[in-house]
């Protein structure tokens, strides 16, 4: 059997739904959907969003959970995925990489529709896309520019753990051993909250993931709403491995702030569903802080650190190309 | 602007939907479809689905066509799209793909919804992602398994025109001045009936397009089906362009019958629906043509041409991992 062949062979034993058709058709079909839908598109490609040496299960979660991170980040429960699939000539790969897409799509609750299996050609970079369809929560996706002056800005678990891990695979950084370990595994297995989008999304007023860094993400909520936003870095959730490894001084948070694939919830909300946030998060684990506030005045961030002004840093976060 | 800006920015012109929300949110949103929907995924990588000289906005517009074509095979309607681009460093063939983009999807009636944009690594090849969304008939959309004994075999338009123009492309044949024109312009720019595909849903059990040559297609209607399918090789259609460069003998008929990227539609309907899907087909100036009969036997494909048997070729189209 081809390589392709053999691959598609794995793809089918994961394509269970009766709307993946056994990957026998043309494409998918989806019933009739009870609502709206909500749907992403990521690529990643080999040497530019993940390591040549990252294990093949790792690249496949990581696939798979930065598109259910955008999907929670809409309140989308998730339904179902499209894999694109550049195989680069190692069977070995392939198998690692089916095997962690069937437990990432298992862990996030969405069935494998469909796709596409090509061959890059000789030494060209594996280069994965996927797309993640979700069902809209009953109020409505919440976007970018709902926030309101007066709203608290609130993100969920901690910040910069992936991109510190990311610093110690390139011999950027070093971290005791532990630390390390967990590190590196934020960077390769992010673990977005996905369900605790849909139970946010009526009491926020916006909503983003955190995956290009907490400032780039939350100056793109401030221009989207035409409002300030005012961050206490000092607030920012630190890890207890991220403060092993970098400390939890102001440098360290700023690194944290601006550091990319946290693929954690940003949201705005008045402070009056604060109770009812926490009581949300608090039933499935997941800490939620509140790192600033909502301010009439010219779109944009400022930043504080316990009341001392901080000056912006040229670079926000990670600037790429997701849309 | 970084290139990935400029570009991002040109998509941001083509997304004027609502449930696109300008590019500027983490996902698209699809208001609640009025029945069920149809969803593919295909990809296209540089000097594996497209050669390298191939101009930007005709790879722009097959990107999208594959992908309509899939749609239009289930009977779906086209609503949106997704794209994944994996961009190589020239601007201009960056314009030239999002003004060909543009222009297919007016074509098709699918609005742009949202997608990636990626840094290739240096020399990697342009690697392109699209997914297409489309409303599914109210019938349901037509399987591949559907056929039965007694159905008659039906293709639109004409088969072959593609490969050939291919064949021209890389050196491998030759053409008089005009046929040459054609058959590039079918290689580069398939026109999928993507109109007819909806119209036809109610009056065919089992549909597929031909994307990888009659014969393979063919092959895959009759093991889902389980049934035989003869195909009178004789009959298959051909362009005037095509009978100019190759002839029209029965070399001629089996290579236009094993030649990939044809985008037609490929049905199979009961003998009473041939009026019915005749006029729907005259109605939109495409041709339909009856190749081939289903019969009760063993799964799988059997030839003649004006009566006489012909071996089944070895290879029946281009094997690719398309699911």
Known sequence: MSEEGAFIALMRTLATAPGA??????????????????????MMVEGVHFLPGDPPESVA?????????????KGATPLGALIGYGMAGDPGWNEGFARGLGEALGHFGAALLGGDTVRMPDGGPRTLGLTAIGAAPACGAPARSGARAGDL?????????????????LGQADAPEEARARLIEA?????????LGPALAPHVSAMADVSDGLLIDANRIA???GLAIAIDL????LSPALVAA??????????AATAGDDYQLLFTARPQEEAAIRALAAARGIAVTAVGRCEAGPAGLTLTHAGAPVPLPGRLGYEHGAS
Do not use: I
């Open 223 to 225: 221009q989207a709403s």
């Open 61 to 73: 979660w990581k696939l798979c959970a930065v598109n259910m991170s955008d999907l929670a980040a």
């Open 153 to 169: 800005l609130f993100v969920t678990g901690t910040l910069g753990d992936a991109g510190a891990g990311l610093a110690l695979l």
């Open 246 to 255: 970098r400390g939890e001084d102001a440098q360290g948070r700023l690194a």
């Open 187 to 195: 960077y390769r297995r992010p673990r977005p909250p996905v369900a």
């Open 234 to 237: 000092a607030r920012t959730p």
């Open 21 to 42: 058709r056994g990957l026998m058709d043309d494409a998918a079909v989806l019933d009739r959907p009870a609502g709206g839908l909500v749907l992403t598109h990521d």
